[in-house]
């Protein structure tokens, strides 16, 4: 007989120690490992700019993918710029997790989310574009290809440098299409990283944001029947906003006509039915490498577009189609096919990815955590939501209603978003309404308050509501290829 069974306390003691040893290999053994992210982020792309979202004019296979495997949040937003290019600030926003009025464009003194998710021992990779200075993405991703760091080019001729051990290089002009450029720097990294590694992959579209030229092939669907009109085309927009002859508005020319705007309406489409082509490219991978299974994949845009809502063509406006954003998480542990309306901010995406990767979040974020809403512990983050534009437009919204105050007019509206979803029927004026009006007033100077938004609402010396823009003079910028500058300039 063995000396630990000849000793039963012997025996028990080893007995005990094999158990705990047992214990805790098990426990190191179902301890989950840390998912990747994969971040496409798309450029200008309305809310309502994928089929699976109730729209069967626009084709996007590999986004309603996405969105039937994933939770979908249906009223995300940016909350707004301090400059006509609010694709700047929104980026800000989005890799700080920090408000509009408390983040400097240049990212300058903040940790971003790349950089945050690098100090924890993630491979974080860029492509893209990056509108938020060459510094800011310098210390945010180990590695990056075909980043461009700029607001928009011609899809054709996208400026790029790449990035490796910290330094920039291979500066140049990108030879495809900006969509399959990025792309292809993405199924690079992807191809090439090993599996014990986990990554942070950021690819940023410039699709769909003009010029609108996406390639024949994915046209040809949209050619012969472009989609209809929004809900709520104007001709023009009823009023000066203080931004209607901005370079985006001047795309096309006053009044809007319905079949220009429909023809740019279906190039916009096209370029994202593109992009989704190509999505469908690094989604591929993602299962060809058997990364698939622990990657969490988001998918958003950086603010939407007008595109002849309201007669507008750009984003300088609070109206949903211009502030909402696709938003969408699929992953290990996030319910499939399943949606919230709870009002979110892209700034929100900061903590849910520290969240989901267990790291701490930094001081100065505001974002809040969007886990708990597809896990049931709670239907909502905020009660109300505000958006914000230069010193002409402010806004707050609830679940219900919406009001805008322009201050340099001294004009409010306000819109019953249940009943009227695309804010064709101003209340403002109605008698019954005045006392919601004098609350979400309120609400909107106190969202001012927390945000150190300085802007009065009202304005001493009031400008003119009236402007007509009818035959207005317009001129391309430097971007537009010839076939456009023919098209939509040249012809009037």
């Given at each position: 007989m063995t000396a630990h069974l000849r000793n039963p306390f012997l025996f028990l003691l080893i007995l005990s120690c094999s158990l705990i040893s047992f214990s805790?290999?098990?426990?190191?053994?179902?301890?989950?490992?840390?998912?990747?992210?994969?971040?496409?982020?798309?450029?200008?792309?309305?809310?309502?700019?994928?089929?699976?979202?109730?729209?069967?004019?626009?084709?996007?296979?590999?986004?309603?993918?996405?969105?039937?495997?994933?939770?979908?949040?249906?009223?995300?937003?940016?909350?707004?710029?301090?400059?006509?290019?609010?694709?700047?600030?929104s980026r800000a926003m989005l890799n700080s997790g920090r408000s509009l009025y408390h983040v400097p464009m240049d990212l300058k003194g903040v940790i971003t989310l790349p950089q945050l998710l690098k100090q924890a021992g993630y491979?974080?990779?860029?492509?893209?574009?990056?509108?938020?200075?060459r510094d800011s993405f310098q210390k945010s991703f180990t590695t990056g290809t075909a980043a461009f760091i700029g607001g928009m080019s011609?899809?054709?001729?996208?400026?790029?440098?790449?990035?490796?051990?910290?330094?920039?290089?291979?500066?140049?002009?990108g030879k495809k299409f900006s969509s399959e450029l990025f792309v292809d720097a993405a199924v690079d990294f992807l191809q090439q990283q090993p599996a014990e590694k986990p990554f942070y992959a950021y690819v940023a579209f410039t699709a769909p944001h003009d010029p609108r030229m996406p390639p024949e092939t994915a046209m040809k669907v949209y050619e012969n029947s472009p989609p209809p009109l929004p809900k709520n085309f104007m001709p023009q927009h009823p009023f000066n906003n203080g931004w209607l002859t901005g370079r985006d508005e001047?795309?096309?020319?006053?009044?809007?006509?319905?079949?220009?705007?429909?023809?740019?309406?279906?190039?916009?489409y096209g370029m994202i039915t593109h992009m989704d082509t190509q999505i469908g490219r690094i989604l591929q991978t993602l299962k060809d490498k058997d990364l698939d299974k622990n990657t969490i994949v988001i998918f958003s845009s950086d603010h939407g577009l007008a595109l002849?809502?309201?007669?507008?063509?750009?984003?300088?406006?609070?109206?949903?189609?211009?502030?909402?954003?696709?938003?969408?998480?699929k992953g290990p542990g996030i319910p499939m096919n399943k949606s919230s309306d709870a009002l979110v901010y892209l700034y929100d995406i900061f903590p849910t990815v520290c969240e989901l990767t267990q790291i701490q979040v930094p001081s100065g974020v505001e974002g809040s955590d969007l886990a708990p809403i597809w896990r049931g512990?709670?239907?909502?983050?905020?009660?109300?939501?505000?958006?914000?534009?230069?010193?002409?437009?402010?806004?707050?919204?609830?679940?219900?209603?919406?009001?805008?105050?322009?201050?340099?007019?001294?004009?409010?509206q306000l819109f019953d978003l249940k009943e009227d979803r695309h804010e064709l029927k101003d209340l403002s004026e109605h008698p019954e309404q005045q006392e919601r009006i004098k609350k979400m007033l309120a609400e909107l100077k106190e969202w001012q308050k927390r945000t150190d938004d300085k802007q009065p609402l009202t304005s001493e010396h009031?400008?003119?509501?009236?402007?007509?823009?009818?035959?207005?003079?317009?001129?391309?910028?430097q971007h537009q290829p010839d076939w456009i500058v023919k098209k939509y300039f040249d012809s009037e």
């Open positions: 805790q290999a098990s426990t190191a053994a179902e301890k989950p490992e840390r998912p990747n992210i994969l971040f496409l982020f798309s450029d200008d792309q309305r809310a309502d700019a994928v089929a699976a979202y109730d729209n069967p004019h626009i084709q996007t296979p590999n986004l309603d993918q996405l969105v039937k495997e994933g939770f979908n949040f249906r009223n995300a937003y940016c909350m707004g710029s301090i400059h006509g290019a609010v694709c700047q600030p491979e974080t990779f860029g492509t893209g574009k990056w509108h938020n200075h011609n899809h054709l001729k996208v400026p790029v440098v790449d990035l490796k051990e910290g330094k920039f290089e291979n500066k140049r002009t001047a795309l096309t020319g006053w009044p809007r006509q319905p079949e220009i705007v429909r023809e740019q309406l279906a190039e916009y002849g809502s309201h007669g507008l063509l750009g984003k300088q406006n609070l109206y949903e189609h211009s502030m909402k954003s696709p938003l969408i998480f512990k709670t239907e909502r983050v905020r009660d109300t939501l505000f958006t914000t534009y230069e010193d002409l437009m402010r806004a707050v919204r609830d679940e219900r209603w919406k009001l805008i105050r322009y201050p340099q007019i001294n004009k409010t009031p400008k003119p509501e009236a402007i007509d823009l009818t035959g207005r003079k317009r001129k391309p910028d």
